[in-house]
Structures are given as C-alpha cells and as structure tokens.
C-alpha cells in the first residue's frame, strides 16, 4: 500500500478507528477481504465492520458460516492464494474451535514449506469482561496465542493504535492475532486521517516516573494511568508501559524503564499463572535488570477462575484501580 501518511488528527471511537483501517485498507488493496460471521449487513456483533459491505459488496465483505474452525480454514487458504483476509471471530473465546487452522496452520506452513509461501493473515478478536456476557464469551487467551512460533499477537490500547496496529498487520507476511477489549469500543481518542502503521513489537511509555514501572496491556493500561494519576497525589512516581505486542515482546523499553525505576508491577487480564506478566517477570530475571530491582516484581492478573456472570464478581476476577493503587504503595514503601 502506498499511501502517504498522517494529516488531521480527529477524535474516532476505538471501533470507528478500525473500521476506517479496513476501509483505507479495502479501498486501496484489491486483496484485502474482510471474513466473519454477521460482519456483513448486520455490521459485525459489535458493530465495527458497519456498513462496509454496503461500500464494497460480499465479494469484499462476507458473511461466513457459524463454523469458525472452517471460516479460518478459507481465511488461510485465501492467505496462501496471495489475498489479504482479515477474519473476524465474534468473540475470542470462540477461537477455540479453530485452533487447528491457526496453531497447526497458519502459524506453521512458512516452517515447513521452507519459507516459500507467506500466510499473511489478521485475525481479530474481541476479547475480555466487562459486558457480563459471563465465562464463554469474556476470556483474555492472548498469552495461548503468544505461545506459538509463527504468530504474532497484538494488543492495541488506544484508538490510535488500532487503526495504525491494524494496517501494519495487513502489511506482514506473518500471521497476525489482534485482541481488542470490548469495553475499548466506545472509548474515543485522538486518531490521524489517512494511512499510517504503528510498529508491532514495540511498546509505548504511556507515562514517565522514577518510582515505579507498570507494565500493562489493553484495557488494564488505562486502569493502570488512573492510578498512576492517584499514586502522585502520595508522591509516588509511576512510568506507564504500554506493552501493545505480546509476541514479539519489546524487551529493550521493558528493561529500560525497570533499570531505571527499580521496581515492577505487571498487570493483564489474563488468568495471572501463565500468563503474559510471567514472560515479563522471567525476560527482566534473565536480565542485568534484574540486578537494579529494589523489591520483588508484582504479578496482576486475572483470577484462577472463569469470568463469573454477577456483574461484582466479575470485577473481582480481574484487576482493578484500587488492586494497583494497593500493590504500588506496598510496593514502593517496603511493605513487601
């Protein structure tokens, strides 16, 4: 795609950001296709392809079965042929019924065709609790994706991200998983006009500070910069790290924050035991800056149970404001 960059920057919701890469992208990639289930005229379950087929029509926009084992399966193939597709999963806890075609698949056909053929495909998943849609339809897997050689897994946090995130997916030659937040949808921010790319594999410093590194994903960045904003207020300094790709993980930003601040708080989503905050735990253990910790590094993470229905329950099953406000101070005044 060779369309020159940003210009005006709006504000756009987190879905309007994405719908638009899909437009830019559909209007100016004869190969790109969007694949789903309900993402034609019903405008996908929430609401981000819109009115897209209206534009470009089913041969562009198409509605799939509810088969998400053979939705994925035409996705590759479509791949491998030399399209484009981006492949909507309607949640991402459904992805478990296509784990055949994107674990044993897609990520794997460059390995073992000795590099002579790419899979470039995006698959997006909306993911995590917060809507009380209860435990089939509210999981953070990112951390299963991130697991396997030959996918890369992303996270975008802001409006911004999603759009620039999205069409540098469509841009490698790779496998792409896109996890956005379902509570992100609605959330506005600033987003330039045209086409851009935000790098994949590198993180953002969403705040600096001396005191503290937090490193977040998705929705838990914003959780993590309101207490940032109340941690101040004591005299706490926190730096805010925006991971934004689980694999490839920005080891350099990571390490550089935690040399600097000397203590480290991970918070994510997903189930805390094997998760994202454990990779990040043992890269700084395995590292010199491990050798500038002042005091053991905190894990966050989601509860070692399915996400309940009741909507305080389903608070209590993932980490909140007053969780990170709790820890930092502990953290940060020997408590620990």
């Known amino acids: 795609m060779n369309i020159q960059a940003k210009s005006e920057i709006r504000e756009l919701s987190y879905a309007e950001a994405i719908r638009e890469a899909m437009d830019i992208a559909l209007g100016s990639d004869p190969r790109v296709i969007l694949m789903g289930e309900d993402i034609g005229i019903y405008g996908g379950a ?27 399966g035409v996705a590759v193939g479509a791949a491998l042929t030399g399209l484009r597709p981006i492949f909507e999963f309607q949640f991402s806890d459904f992805a478990t019924l ?168 991970c918070v994510y989503e997903g189930v805390k035991t094997l998760g994202v905050g454990a990779e990040i735990s043992a890269m700084v253990a395995e590292s010199d800056a491990f050798d500038y910790l002042d005091a053991p590094i905190i894990r966050l993470g989601g509860a070692e149970s399915p996400i309940p229905y009741n909507p305080e329950l389903e608070k209590s099953a993932v980490p909140q404001v007053p969780d990170i406000l709790e820890a930092a101070t502990a953290l940060v005044k020997g408590r620990l």
């Not at 794997?108 to 997006?124: E, N, Q, T, W």
């Not at 809507?131 to 409006?159: D, M, R």
């Open 46 to 72: 929430f609401q981000v392809t819109g009115d897209l087929v209206e534009k470009y029509g089913t041969d562009r926009v198409m509605d799939t079965p509810i088969s998400e084992l053979g939705g994925a």
């Open 98 to 265: 296509a784990m055949e075609q994107i674990v044993n698949q897609a990520a794997k056909i460059r390995f073992m065709l000795g590099g002579a053929v790419s899979v470039p495909v995006v698959m997006r998943f909306p993911a995590g609790s917060g809507t009380g849609a209860a435990a089939q339809h509210s999981q953070s897997i990112e951390a299963w994706f991130g697991h396997v050689p030959g996918l890369k897994v992303i996270q975008p946090s802001t409006p911004e991200d999603a759009k620039g995130m999205l069409l540098a997916a469509l841009e490698d030659p790779d496998p792409v998983m896109i996890f956005e937040h379902k509570i992100l949808y609605k959330m506005k921010g600033h987003v330039p006009e045209g086409y851009y790319t935000t790098p994949i594999g590198k993180a953002a410093v969403r705040r600096e500070g001396r005191d503290l590194s937090i490193v977040a994903t998705s929705l838990m960045v914003h959780k993590a910069l309101a207490a940032a904003e109340e941690l101040a207020k004591d005299g706490i300094d926190v730096e805010v790290i925006d991971l934004r790709t689980v694999r490839p993980m920005d080891r350099d930003t990571v390490l550089a924050s935690v040399r600097k601040t000397g203590r480290l708080i």
